[in-house]
């Protein structure tokens, strides 16, 4: 005769990591409630089920409309450290939509995630960084960060935090440099950039060439490159292995060397290397002769 058994493993379907989501319009007013719980384990299941929705736009807009944004800036103070990580994933996401930087800046998340730029949890410093780095691919979304004071602590960061993130924030610093680069000026970050040009890593190497692209536009800008002896390397970079950097680095030549000091420098750096290397960096202009 059979006998009833209840089974000691949990259903396949089921995740034990996530909150059950709510059927419907239920489905996000409920997540949130659960976000505010006083519940460590019911807050962890919250983020872990909302990083999955945040990937649809339509569930951001949602989101944002019934005040998860607020819910979210208050765990990021949270003293457990998946919460704080799985909350700057949240945020990271949401970031990719445009609905989601617009948001950023309508409910002050900008300022909110900078009091985790010192995190000793790197997952979670790199998250809330490809947050900013998506958020200043939307202009206002890089006055946002000028605004809020945030270019000196990301040249600061950039001396200090480990390559891979080092990568992130150079993409950061380029749009919000475009827009305006007087703090970053007064912070150093020339130098920090020269640094940069010289390292083994071609990814960092190209984008500290495109952060000096946008640091050069302004005439302050070609005055510290060409004070802190930049030129020379830039020139150098034209040689470079990679396309982009050579690219980067010719586009940061440009801006720098229209003043009389940084043509000079350029000229001294190019006869330095010989005219016959000068001349495989110029266009074929056989054809039109």
């Not at 059927?23 to 719980?37: D, I, M, T």
């Not at 809020?148 to 891979?164: A, N, R």
């Given at each position: ?18 909150a ?90 900008i ?6 730029l ?29 605004n ?17 993130i ?16 007087t ?107």
């Open positions: 005769m059979a006998h009833a058994r209840i089974s000691m493993y949990m259903p396949p379907d089921i995740d034990p990591t996530k059950a989501i709510a059927y419907g319009c239920r489905a996000l007013p409920k997540l949130n409630e659960e976000l505010r719980s006083e519940t460590l384990l019911t807050r962890q299941k919250a983020l872990v089920a909302l990083c999955d929705l945040m990937h649809d736009p339509e569930y951001v807009y949602e989101a944002i409309n019934i005040g998860c944004l607020e819910s979210l800036k208050a765990l990021l103070m949270d003293d457990d450290n998946l919460v704080r990580i799985k909350t700057t994933e949240v945020l990271y996401i949401m970031a990719t939509h445009n609905i989601g930087r617009t948001g950023f800046l309508q409910h002050g998340v300022i909110a995630l900078s009091f985790l010192n995190d000793f949890q790197t997952v979670c410093r790199e998250n809330l960084h490809q947050a900013y780095k998506h958020l200043a691919q939307l202009p206002e979304g890089a006055r946002g960060i000028v809020s004071g945030l270019i000196p602590s990301l040249v600061q960061k950039l001396q200090v935090e480990e390559e891979h080092q990568e992130i924030i150079l993409d950061t610093l380029a749009p919000c440099l475009q827009e305006d680069a703090e970053a000026l007064k912070s150093q970050a020339v130098p920090c950039f020269k640094e940069k040009l010289l390292s083994g890593n071609p990814q960092i190497r190209s984008k500290a060439a495109r952060a000096l692209i946008a640091i050069s536009i302004p005439l302050e800008g070609k005055n510290q490159v060409w004070e802190n002896e930049v030129i020379p390397i830039l020139v150098d970079l034209l040689s470079d292995p990679e396309d982009e950097v050579q690219a980067n680095a010719a586009g940061a030549l440009m801006h720098a060397t229209v003043t009389t000091e940084g043509c000079n420098a350029k000229g001294r750096s190019w006869r330095f290397q010989g005219v016959s290397e000068s001349y495989k960096l110029l266009p074929n202009l056989s054809s039109f002769s």
